[in-house]
T-cell receptor
Framework: SAVISQKPSRDICQRGTSLTIQCQVDSQVTMMFWYRQQPGQSLTLIATANQGSEATYESGFVIDKFPISRPNLTFSTLTVSNMSPEDSSIYLC?????????????FGAGTRLSVL | GNSVTQMEGPVTLSEEAFLTINCTYTATGYPSLFWYVQYPGEGLQLLLKATKADDKGSNKGFEATYRKETTSFHLEKGSVQVSDSAVYFCALSSPGEKLTFGTGTRLTIIP
């Protein structure tokens, strides 16, 4: 399985500011994903980070609020823009294996964000 | 579309008790099934998986069997420990589809 490093691990931010979360993988991977986990809830997919092209966003998530970069096959960033208290969540990146390996996703430790 | 229905929590058990967390699913095609675990303050870890009918996934004393006839993937452990306290997520993935999670079950084991 891949080793996924995510940082920062936690942050406390003021409303109206932006935070960029980094996700680094120890090997080249085709598929990288960003999820949000609101307090006490399950995971919701924000977007698929595509290398060399724009991310693919899920319904309810837009690029202006959650811009994503994927400059290469080992790194991606998620920015949470113009934050409000409702953005307080855990944000997780994951990497996916191909169907021949069972479509497994491996997750980073997450970024715990609190917005005041 | 795909969906996962997971046993509501929270679940509280005494140490060495038998654990079952129910999970049923609806999916197109032949999905892969997973159990993930989230320990307090951590991200998700893959606990076990099964990729075809009748497969049994196992890890750390936990087991789950892919039952296509009942569309189920229940998680079991014969004797739980305090260190098993965590949130458990059932999930599935069909080829070409995104990973779909259940709502999660919070498990607390008391000594």
């Amino acid at each position: 399985s891949a080793v996924i490093s995510q940082k920062p691990s936690r942050d406390i931010c003021q409303r109206g500011t932006s935070l960029t979360i980094q996700c680094q993988v120890d090997s080249q991977v085709t598929m990288m994903f960003w999820y949000r986990q609101q307090p006490g809830q399950s995971l919701t997919l924000i977007a698929t980070a595509n290398q060399g092209s724009e991310a693919t966003y899920e319904s309810g998530f837009v690029i202006d609020k959650f811009p994503i970069s994927r400059p290469n096959l080992t790194f991606s960033t998620l920015t949470v823009s113009n934050m409000s208290p409702e953005d307080s969540s855990i944000y997780l990146c994951s990497v996916g294996t191909d169907p021949s390996q069972g479509n497994i996703q491996y997750f980073g430790a997450g970024t715990r964000l609190s917005v005041l | 579309g795909n969906s996962v229905t997971q046993m509501e929590g929270p679940v509280t058990l005494s140490e060495e008790a038998f654990l079952t967390i129910n999970c049923t699913y609806t999916a197109t095609g032949y999905p892969s099934l997973f159990w993930y675990v989230q320990y307090p303050g951590e991200g998700l870890q893959l606990l076990l998986k099964a990729t075809k009918a009748d497969d049994k996934g196992s890890n750390k004393g936990f087991e789950a069997t892919y039952r296509k006839e009942t569309t189920s993937f229940h998680l079991e452990k014969g004797s739980v420990q305090v260190s098993d306290s965590a949130v458990y997520f059932c999930a599935l993935s069909s080829p070409g589809e995104k990973l779909t999670f259940g709502t999660g079950t919070r498990l607390t084991i008391i000594p």
